[in-house]
């Protein structure tokens, strides 16, 4: 790949894991990314889903960062209608001081959870209207311009923690391009308006003093492995997975039955939602990676490995390492 490569991981709890088991394969994950040279991981926002650890994105940032040594990490994203801005600027600011040139922050608007959660999280539903102000806010904290008279953040002043907008739609595109941020965009899963959203967003794109040039990163599902028929299988076992998670309301599916709803108008919804997956060996993944950076002028590729299996998801990283043709 010509473009930096970086990783989403989902933190995700496996069938028969534990949160504590996810965990240790972030750590595992982190440490080997960084000997392969990758530009970043991120973690993102997720309540209540007993399938992703994630939650305290804050917390595991910290504890990934104190056993690796010079990857990027961070949020990908902070849902910022959930928080304060002045609390996420010291939970950052604390980031950055203790792994200094290391940490990123991405915001997003949505909740990262369904209604009844955000209920339990005292979030007001119309709190995402606030969301660009809460940006500049929480941004003037970080930059030591606070917006509020007599209050700093502490750690975080001055930290200057870069700030990336993630969106999947022509809001966020436009909202990066006014206050002049990168943008990632969530094609991983919500591909629907990529291509507009990336055009829009480079269009209106407003320098900065954090950005000169829009600067583009694009989610992409990914399963490399050593044959194809390796790859093809645990793709399928991945759409078989999101049928239980999505669409299960707390039941499980055989594998027919999952096939069947996936055959069904509520399955094509999750096939649309991997619209955007690399599948293959490496040579075959790379190929695609190529192909889809320049259909979403990307600027960087953070890659998601949607195997299920834990051996296969870290052998898919592995075989896509940066300048290497496969392990």
Request: net charge negative; aromatic share 8%; glycine share 8%.
């Amino acid at each position: 790949m010509a473009l930096p490569l970086s990783i989403l991981d989902l933190a995700h709890i496996g069938e028969g894991e534990t949160a504590g088991d996810s965990f240790r394969a972030s750590v595992t994950l982190a440490q080997r990314a960084e000997e392969w040279g990758y530009q970043r991981i991120w973690y993102a926002e997720h309540h209540n889903m007993p399938s992703i650890a994630s939650s305290a994105t804050s917390v595991l940032i910290a504890h990934v960062a104190a056993q690796t040594q010079t990857i990027r990490l961070g949020a990908g994203g902070i849902m910022l209608p959930n928080h304060a801005p002045l609390t996420i600027a010291e939970q950052f600011g604390t980031l950055e001081t203790l792994h200094p040139g290391r940490i990123d922050l991405g915001l997003g608007r949505a909740p990262g959870s369904d209604q009844q959660t955000m209920r339990a999280m005292r979030r007001n539903p119309a709190s995402s209207d606030d969301f660009p102000q809460d940006v500049l806010e929480l941004q003037g904290y970080l930059t030591g311009q606070s917006r509020i008279p007599g209050v700093d953040a502490t750690p975080g002043k001055g930290t200057d923690v870069p700030l990336y907008i993630l969106g999947s739609s022509l809001f966020g595109a436009k909202l990066a391009a006014t206050l002049g941020l990168p943008y990632a965009f969530a094609s991983h899963f919500a591909p629907a308006a990529l291509e507009d959203a990336v055009a829009l967003y480079r269009r209106e794109f407003q320098p900065s003093e954090q950005l000169a040039q829009p600067y583009v990163i694009a989610g992409v599902n990914v399963i490399a492995a050593d044959t194809t028929d390796e790859a093809e299988a645990q793709f399928l076992a991945m759409k078989r997975t999101r049928v239980s998670r999505f669409l299960g309301r707390g039941q499980t599916f055989t594998q027919e039955e999952a096939d069947l709803v996936l055959a069904s108008p509520a399955g094509q919804q999750i096939l649309q939602m991997a619209k955007y997956s690399a599948i293959g060996t490496a040579a075959e993944v790379r190929d695609y990676l190529d192909r889809f950076a320049k259909q979403a002028q990307a600027d960087e590729l953070i890659v998601v490995s949607a195997a299920p299996d834990r051996t296969a998801w870290l052998r898919s990283i592995e075989l896509l390492a940066p300048g290497t043709s496969g392990a």
